[in-house]
C-alpha cells in the first residue's frame, strides 16, 4: 500500500502579464536542500514561457522571478516555451521543453552551465510531416505497432494535417535520464500514444537520416504502452528517471477516456537499469489522481502532470501541474513505491 499525501498548491498564476493565465507543469532540479523551479508559465491567448522560483526544502518558495528566464525567441516555439524538465550531466545542464509554434508541438533543448544562462539548440525530436510519417512509421512497422498508433494518424488524418507538408509530427514529453549509459545519453520522447526511447552519443547524431531510420523501427524503442483503463487514451513520461538498485522508476502520466472527458492520473513504472528499454513492472493503479477542486476544475479540469520530483530522506516530492493552473506537491515514500513496483514484477 503507498501512502500518498497531498501537500497542496505551491504556485499559482500572478497578474504579471507572461503568467495571469496559469503556472504548471514544472521541470525540477535538486542541489542538497535547494529545489529549482522551472515552470510553465501562460499569459492570455495561451503564449507560454519558463518562469523561475526556488524553494527551500521541498514546500517553501523563496525566491519567484519576475520575469521569465526563458523566453520565446524563434519561429519554432514563437506560440509556446512549454513543459520543461531538467537533468545535469557532467558539468551541463540539459533543458528539454516542448517548442509550439501554432501548429507543432515538438522538443527542443536548451543548455547551461549556471542555471541562469540559457543557449538553445533548436528542435531535437523528428522534423518529418505526416505524409512521411505513414511511410516510415505504418508501413514499415505493420501489424507489429500497436493499433492504437493507426488510430491517432488516422485522427490527425481526419482533421486535414497529412495533406499539410508543413504540419510536422507531435512528439513531446522529452526527457533526459540523469546519466549516460554505457557511454550515450538517453532519452525518452513520446508519439502518441506510447512512450519511446532513443540512444544517441552526440546530439549532432539526431539529423534527419538518424530519425527517417528510427521511425522506421519504431517498435523496437517502445518503452511503454498505453495499458490499463487509466491509460487507455495515451502515455508520457514525468520527470526524469529515478536511478535505484532496482531499476529505474519512472513517474508519468496516463490518460483516462471518461463519460465527462479526459481525465489525468499519476502512474509509476520500474526500468531494467542498464536497459531502460525493458519494463520490469508498473503499478495497476495510479499514485494519486484528480481528487481536490483545484485539480479537478481550472483552466483545463481533471488534470495531475507530474513533471519532476525531489527526494528528502525516504520522503519523494512529486511537481505536477494541477489543472492547467496551479503547481502542486505530493509527497509519497519511496520505498513503500518500489516495494509495490517490484512486487508487480514478481
Known amino acids: 500500500m503507498i501512502k500518498v499525501e497531498k501537500c497542496g498548491i505551491i504556485l499559482s498564476p500572478t497578474k504579471r502579464e507572461f503568467e495571469n493565465n496559469g503556472v504548471l507543469n514544472p521541470g525540477i532540479y535538486q542541489k542538497g536542500n535547494v529545489v529549482h523551479l522551472f515552470y510553465r508559465a501562460v499569459q492570455d491567448g495561451n503564449y507560454s514561457t519558463i518562469g523561475y522560483a526556488k524553494i527551500d526544502g521541498p514546500l517553501k518558495i523563496v525566491e519567484r522571478y519576475e520575469q521569465p528566464c526563458i523566453t520565446r525567441d524563434f519561429d519554432y516555439e514563437k506560440h509556446g516555451v512549454e513543459d520543461a524538465r531538467i537533468v545535469k550531466i ?77 504540419r510536422f509530427l507531435r512528439d513531446k514529453d522529452v526527457v533526459l535520464f540523469p546519466r549516460k549509459i554505457n557511454g550515450k545519453f538517453v532519452m525518452l520522447h513520446r508519439i502518441w500514444p506510447g512512450i519511446q526511447i ?33 491509460e487507455v487514451k495515451y502515455i508520457g513520461a514525468g520527470g526524469p528517471p529515478i536511478e535505484t538498485d532496482d531499476g529505474w522508476i519512472l513517474i508519468y502520466h496516463g490518460v483516462q477516456e471518461t463519460i465527462t472527458g479526459k481525465t489525468y492520473h499519476v502512474m509509476a513504472a520500474l526500468l531494467q537499469i542498464d536497459k531502460p528499454e525493458i519494463e520490469l513492472s508498473r503499478l495497476l493503479h ?61
Open 90 to 166: 557532467e558539468d551541463t545542464y540539459y533543458l528539454t521543453y516542448t517548442a509550439y509554434d501554432g501548429i507543432n508541438a515538438r522538443g527542443a533543448l536548451a543548455t547551461s552551465k549556471d542555471l541562469l544562462h540559457f543557449e538553445k539548440h533548436g528542435i531535437i525530436t523528428p522534423q518529418v510531416n505526416y505524409p512521411d510519417y505513414e511511410c516510415f512509421v505504418i508501413c514499415c512497422n505493420g501489424s507489429k505497432l500497436n493499433p492504437k498508433y493507426h488510430y491517432y494518424y488516422n485522427l490527425f488524418a481526419q482533421i486535414g494535417v497529412v495533406a499539410d507538408e508543413f
Open 198 to 230: 532513443v540512444y544517441f552519443q552526440d546530439w549532432k547524431d539526431l539529423n534527419k537520416s538518424f530519425w527517417e531510420n528510427y521511425l522506421k523501427n519504431l517498435t523496437d524503442y517502445i518503452v511503454l504502452d498505453p495499458k490499463s483503463i487509466y
Open 286 to 346: 495510479p499514485l494519486f489522481s484528480p481528487t481536490e477542486d483545484w485539480e479537478k476544475g481550472g483552466v483545463v479540469n481533471d488534470i495531475v502532470f507530474p513533471t519532476g520530483h525531489a527526494l528528502f530522506g525516504n520522503d519523494l516530492y512529486i511537481y505536477y501541474g494541477a489543472a492547467d493552473k496551479h503547481i502542486a506537491v505530493a509527497k509519497l515514500d519511496i520505498n513503500e513505491l518500489l516495494f509495490e513496483l517490484k512486487k508487480q514484477s514478481k
